[in-house]
């Protein structure tokens, strides 16, 4: 049923995911990694930044942490969640932190994640090729995001496009008459592709976990940072290595 509902929306809603020791333990991870990279990223955070990445990188989380976070994204439950929305085996890609601006009047801003590395036929070619797939778990209540249902596979209106590429007087932050919202409760895990036009909505205490999960082509497995990754001791304390299976650590 969810990878229905994926297939035809390009999104999907799974409430209450996390179980409350499950969400407690997510939670001090990322705000541990949070006060650090935020210590050490001052002038992006207190200027522009809504996210942050790597939280599984060796950069701020001690080892411990690290292990627990990779544990929780190759554990049965999320693995089994992954793959069902999937039509390849997956692999592991990256973590992200969303969080509001620290500027008050910030706008967000309607995007696909592709149109950052790809031109406009590039992105038209991405809706049938390999798929990039956000896990984006709430970690507090928080107005969610806004969604073009069925935009993953299906080309931007002309006024979707122009808006997301500020374009004839459009601009990112502009409402879309196709939008969607989905707000999120802490717990609630949103699943939504990459190549969906998307945006995010700031307020309340927005603090949101995303897994990015991949096909493993070689397209997109050059984006991954092996830092990321767990070495060869923590492996063996992890339930389900397949979700690593295409990567290689240092």
Known sequence: MTGN????????????????????????????????????NQ???????????????????NAKERLRLLQFISCDKMVNTVTSVFTRSPTFMNTQLFFN????????????????HLNIEEQKAALSG???????????DEPGIEVIPKSHKCW?????????????????SDDLPEGKIIPLNKGDLLIFSANITHRGLYGMK???LDILYCEPTADLLKFIDFDC??????????DRPDIFQHLTTK
């Not at 601006?101 to 910030?106: F, H, L, M, R, S």
């Not at 390999?130 to 507090?140: D, G, Q, S």
């Not at 931007?156 to 990112?172: A, C, Y």
């Not at 990754?229 to 992890?238: D, K, T």
């Open 130 to 140: 390999p798929e990039v797939i956000h896990f984006r778990l709430a970690l507090e």
């Open 5 to 40: 509902i994926y297939k035809q929306n390009g999104y999907t809603l799974i409430p209450a995911f996390l179980m409350p020791e499950e969400l407690s333990t997510l939670k001090t991870i990322a705000q541990a990694f949070h006060s650090l990279w935020t210590k050490h």
């Open 43 to 61: 002038t992006h955070f207190k200027t522009r930044a809504v996210n942050s990445t790597n939280l599984t990188g060796t950069q701020f989380l």
């Open 206 to 208: 927005r603090f949101a």
């Open 229 to 238: 990754l767990p070495n060869a001791s923590m492996m063996q304390y992890i």
């Open 156 to 172: 931007d209106s002309s006024i979707t496009l122009d808006t997301r590429l500020q374009r004839n007087g459009r601009l990112p």
């Open 101 to 116: 601006p620290v500027t008050k009047g910030q706008k967000n801003y309607w995007h696909k994640d592709c149109q950052y």
